[in-house]
């Protein structure tokens, strides 16, 4: 009998939301074909996760009963096997329930291989910001901007919805007389609709900065972005700032 693709596709986005999570549009996908599968069940996968991570740490205090005997039946989904007793506390009995977390997780590795972190060597030093930038370059899109002495570039993905900004020639604020505030057109959005705030950010004595951008919600097609000079230290929600009055406006790069 031919295996359905759809099932196949399931079980794949699955053990992507254990692991890694999933996108907005993977998101209603899984609704969809949770839909045709009404029986499948959508948390093994997660439970199997959870095992794997246990099997591998040290042996701490036993697990509550209701903890082994969720990640248990998830074993048994995909790998039915004789019921231990709740009742038996020998090493033999022991041994089994955690073989059943380990089949599960086993699966799991074997679903999402791919998508598996690899180890890295604890002694390395994590990546700087620019070198996050720069990775981050090869598949994003790059705006740039400049007004006066302000020069300013920024990374973006839509799709990751994560972004960096660098730039030069801000004058420094004193914290009490405000801040700078960094804001993005989505062009996806309704006419008339405010950008969305990108967080605020202060700049280094010499007038640079890099930062990174995470947006409080989602912007589906970033079609610019703009620095303000804000009065409130903490920035505000919809700038009163008129556009000729922006620190510096960033367009795609041509």
């Known amino acids: ?40 069940d959508a948390e093994a996968l997660e439970l199997a996760a959870a095992a794997l991570h246990l099997a591998m ?19 048994n989904r995909f790998t039915p096997r004789p019921t231990v007793p709740a009742t038996k506390t020998t090493s033999s009995s022991q041994w089994l ?3 059943g ?6 699966l799991l590795i074997a679903l999402v291989s791919t998508h598996w972190p690899r180890p890295t060597d604890s002694s390395a030093p994590p990546p700087s910001l ?8 090869l598949r994003a899109t790059e705006f740039v901007g400049q007004k006066n002495q302000v020069v300013a ?7 990751e919805q994560i972004g960096y900004m660098e730039v030069q020639g801000l004058p420094p604020l004193d914290p009490q007389a405000g801040t700078y505030q960094l804001w993005i057109v989505d062009g996806e959005r309704p006419k008339g ?21 995470r947006p409080p919600i989602q912007v589906k097609k970033a079609a610019a ?30």
Do not use: C
């Not at 009998?1 to 699955?14: F, K, T």
């Not at 620019?130 to 370059?137: F, N, P």
């Not at 000079?229 to 009163?240: A, F, I, L």
């Open 1 to 40: 009998m031919m295996s359905d693709p759809r099932r196949e596709r399931l079980d794949e986005l699955l053990a992507l939301q254990a692991m890694e999570g999933l996108s907005s549009d993977e998101v209603r996908e899984l609704d969809q074909l949770l839909e045709l599968f009404p029986h499948e």
């Open 57 to 75: 740490s040290p042996p701490l205090e036993a697990l509550p009963e209701s903890v082994a005997e969720k990640l248990y039946a998830a074993a």
């Open 97 to 99: 329930a955690w073989s």
């Open 101 to 106: 977390w380990v089949v599960a997780a086993l």
């Open 130 to 137: 620019a070198e996050l930038r720069d990775q981050l370059k």
């Open 153 to 159: 570039t920024i990374v973006w993905s839509d799709q």
């Open 193 to 213: 609709s405010p950008p969305v705030d990108g967080g605020v950010f202060r700049v280094n004595p010499d007038g640079t900065v890099l930062v990174p951008i």
């Open 225 to 254: 972005f703009a620095i303000t000079r804000e009065t409130d230290p903490g920035g505000v929600v919809v700038s009163q700032v008129k556009p000729e009055d922006y620190e510096v406006v960033l367009t795609k790069k041509s």
